[in-house]
């Protein structure tokens, strides 16, 4: 009966342990967009596409991140419960995503305050 109630116990705490977040789950940090006050709207153009290509991949392993811990979780709760020990959680990878996410909203403003005219599509 012990054993029972420890497994349950394991199983109920085992999906909130540390599951990586969904990509979009990940809030954005907050970047001043005066660093970007000296840019051109050609420059900010361009640091526009290279911080979404970088959010994207980050994004995407932020995804395989969360991906794997549901199936360590998994495996977890169904054949091994040792499997828990690979539940990864979050971390770097959702730090440096809110980051990149903060980044594009700071050249977003700065590109506003401009008049740029450049236009932002939210994934």
Not at 108 to 117: V, Y
Request: with cysteine; charged share 15%; glycine share 8%.
């Amino acid at each position: 009966m012990n054993t029972m109630k420890a497994l349950a116990a394991l199983a109920l705490s085992l999906p909130a342990a540390g599951c990586a977040s969904r990509s979009e789950d990940v809030a954005a940090s907050y970047v001043s967009s005066s660093m970007y006050s000296g840019y051109s709207c050609r420059e900010l153009s361009a640091e526009a596409q290279r911080v979404s290509s970088a959010a994207a991949t980050a994004a995407g392993m932020q995804d395989s991140a969360r991906t794997r811990d549901a199936l360590a979780t998994t495996a977890a709760l169904v054949v091994f419960w040792p499997a828990a020990f690979f539940v990864g959680g979050n971390g770097a990878q959702a730090a440096e995503l809110g980051r990149l996410k903060g980044q594009m909203q700071a050249i977003e403003e700065a590109s506003i305050r401009k008049h740029c005219g450049i236009t932002f599509r939210r994934a």
